[in-house]
């Protein structure tokens, strides 16, 4: 069934990249390439919404990262949060309102969560208590499921919390080394 713009079928388009520091927008079937943002902070882990309108990105900061958007023709270049230690990955919620980061200060075993708003008015860790990875959005963008590991005793099980920060709860999902939490959504 068809649906009103700016819902229905996605087309393929432009893609952006990294490259020594600067990321770069490339036409999808040509090739062609431009700068998007250039100078002496390093840029990296662009990714677009998916409503193609609007490219978050990290640009590094002393004490950790500064999540930051910037808008495929690069005007409306916007600090949106400020995290520290490394970025893990990056993902926009499906309605483009906010990024789901997750990250760590340490190493894996520090690895968290936090929810960034798209508007730039702020940012919320994901306070679950426990090592945090695989973090995705669930379709409708109101909740995250995620990977929590009990690192004493060396379990893992899945997780679902809103995107509030709200509401955890374990899920039933068995806890062998066989179950894909990756692909959790």
């Known amino acids: 069934r068809a649906v009103p713009p700016p819902f229905g079928p996605a087309r393929n388009g432009a893609i952006v990249y990294t490259e020594g520091g600067d990321l770069f927008i490339a036409d999808g079937l040509t090739g062609e390439a431009r ?19 609007r490219i978050a990105f990290v640009r590094g900061a002393d004490a950790g990262f500064q999540v930051m958007s910037v808008d495929p023709d690069g005007s409306k270049l916007t600090v949106l949060g400020e995290l520290p230690g490394g970025l893990d990955r990056m993902t926009w919620s499906p309605d483009a309102t906010s990024l789901l980061v997750s990250y760590s200060e340490t190493d894996y075993k520090g690895l968290t969560a936090a929810v960034v708003n798209a ?23 109101s909740q995250i499921v995620f990977r929590g590991h009990d690192l004493e005793a060396g379990t893992s099980s899945a997780y679902i919390i809103d995107a509030d920060g709200t509401n955890l709860n374990r899920l039933d999902i068995g806890t062998s080394q066989d179950v894909d939490f990756e692909g959790m959504t």
């Not at 700068?35 to 309108?53: H, I, R, S």
């Not at 679950?128 to 409708?140: F, I, L």
């Open 119 to 141: 508007n730039g008015s702020g940012l919320h860790d994901l306070a679950t208590g426990m090592t945090s990875d695989y973090a995705t959005w669930r379709p409708d963008s």
């Open 35 to 53: 700068p998007l943002l250039t100078g002496p902070e390093q840029d990296t882990y662009p990714v677009f919404a998916n409503q193609g309108d």
